[in-house]
């Protein structure tokens, strides 16, 4: 699975947009984009997923680069509960294997 | 509503003492399952790969004789952590494996405390 690299720490006001980048530059083309995030003493929380077009649910937006070497993960409106590690992970299409995780970013949602 | 459930959430007791700890898939059958542990301020770190119907595949590092894996059914997966030492308190935490290209669901981890 590709290695990814997350900045280790953010802020980001109440009621702002949180942008979260996330870089995959040897990503390969049967390999996904999984972003998790983790709350204090819980176990990860899947958030959302992509291979190559932009995916939206009702907790985030991803926006994967056209080249797919970088992707962003966008909390549209951050609460205070929204303060996690948020982990961008790679993995192949189909792969039943475990998932790697890496640093992570910790998002500090202020009010 | 949640996809894995996982039991105890907190487990305090003496040295020497086992324990067992539950990981069930409520939505789907799981041929597998993992085990990760995570250390304060650190990252999930994978322990071992639950496989329905035989042996656990352990990572290096990983005692199998010390970290018990058994993998009866589709839906459950139980960890025991025999004769347990404040060494082994850890937060453990259990995921099921997705089909296809659908995400891995985790539990809400078990806070693991011997005294």
């Known amino acids: 699975d590709a290695k990814t690299t997350q900045p280790p720490s953010m802020d980001c006001a109440e009621g702002r947009a949180a942008n979260l980048p996330c870089n995959h530059s040897?990503?390969?083309?049967?390999?996904?984009v999984y972003w998790y995030r983790q709350i204090h003493s819980q176990g990860p929380q899947y958030i959302i997923h992509?291979?190559?077009n932009n995916e939206t649910n009702e907790m985030a937006s991803l926006i994967i680069t056209e080249d797919r070497k970088s992707s962003t993960l966008i909390l549209p409106h951050a609460t205070l509960r929204d303060t996690a590690v948020y982990y961008c992970?790679?993995?192949?299409?189909?792969?039943?294997?475990?998932?790697?995780f890496g640093k992570g970013t910790k998002l500090s949602v202020k009010p | 509503g949640a996809v894995v459930s996982q039991h105890p959430s907190r487990v305090i007791c003496k040295s020497g003492t086992s324990v067992k700890i539950e990981c069930r898939s409520l939505?789907?059958?799981?041929?597998?399952m993992f085990w990760y542990r995570q250390f304060p301020k650190k990252s999930l770190m994978l322990m071992a790969t639950?496989?329905?119907?035989?042996?656990?595949?352990?990572e290096q590092g990983v005692e199998k004789d010390k970290f018990l894996i058994n993998h009866a059914s589709l839906t459950l997966s139980t960890l025991t952590v025999t004769s347990a030492h404040p060494e082994d308190s850890s937060f453990y935490i259990c995921?099921?494996?997705?089909?296809?290209?659908?995400?891995?669901?985790f539990g809400d981890g078990t806070r693991l405390s011997i005294l």
């Open positions: 995921s099921v494996s997705g089909v296809g290209n659908q995400p891995q669901h």
């Open positions: 040897t990503i390969s083309g049967n390999e996904y």
């Open positions: 992509g291979l190559k």
């Open positions: 992970i790679v993995r192949a299409g189909g792969s039943q294997g475990n998932l790697i």
């Open positions: 939505d789907f059958q799981a041929t597998t």
């Open positions: 639950s496989n329905e119907g035989s042996k656990a595949t352990y």
